[in-house]
């Protein structure tokens, strides 16, 4: 039996080696359910749509350019390398993730399985999608009594918000450096 290594997916520019099993692209809508008091029916909001998930199969094989374990090592690398204390961003390149418009990913999982048959070692690979979040800074304004310095609003009392702006009151008098000092230096 002759095995060849597919060229299908791309992970930062590094074809994945090995032979592809399958590819699989799984996304869905987030729906939020309500209750309604009396009511035995549950109306459905659809608020979004989750992450996608990719998951990869590959049998890595012995072949002429390198052994099944050089080519799990170059998967493990792509995973997390040695002293890696958090999962990288990747670019994922693919016909079947281009078509499912996923660009960028996160490596979640690697399973790489032996069996008695040693020949081949079985490899599952999976991703989720990473989607950036954008955050919008603006101005931050005065400050006014009424306004937390998160920005939400604080109910408070009418005679307490009079006090902090007007009957705070004073700080004690500190008093003057310059008076005698009832230390008396001995000489």
Do not use: C, W
């Amino acid at each position: 039996m002759v095995y060849m290594d597919d060229d299908h997916v791309m992970i930062d520019g590094v074809i994945l080696p090995g032979l592809y099993k399958s590819i699989e692209v799984t996304t869905s809508a987030k729906v939020d359910e309500q209750e309604v008091e009396g009511s035995s029916v549950k109306p459905k909001q659809a608020t979004g749509y989750e992450d996608a998930t990719i998951n990869i199969e590959l049998e890595l094989y012995d072949s002429p350019n390198a052994s099944k374990e050089e080519k799990l090592i170059t998967i493990q690398n792509l995973f997390r390398i040695k002293g890696q204390e958090l999962p990288d961003v990747h670019q994922i390149i693919s016909a079947h993730t281009s078509i499912r418009n996923v660009d960028q990913v996160i490596f979640k999982n690697l399973v790489s399985k032996e069996a008695n048959n040693k020949e081949v070692l079985k490899v599952t690979l999976e991703f989720m999608e990473y989607i950036p979040q954008t955050i919008k800074a603006r101005k931050k304004g005065s400050k006014s009594a009424g306004t937390a310095s998160t920005g939400g609003s604080v109910n408070l009392n009418d005679n307490y918000t009079n006090y902090l702006q007007n009957n705070r009151g004073s700080a004690p008098k500190i008093a003057d450096k310059t008076a005698a000092s009832p230390a008396v230096d001995e000489e």
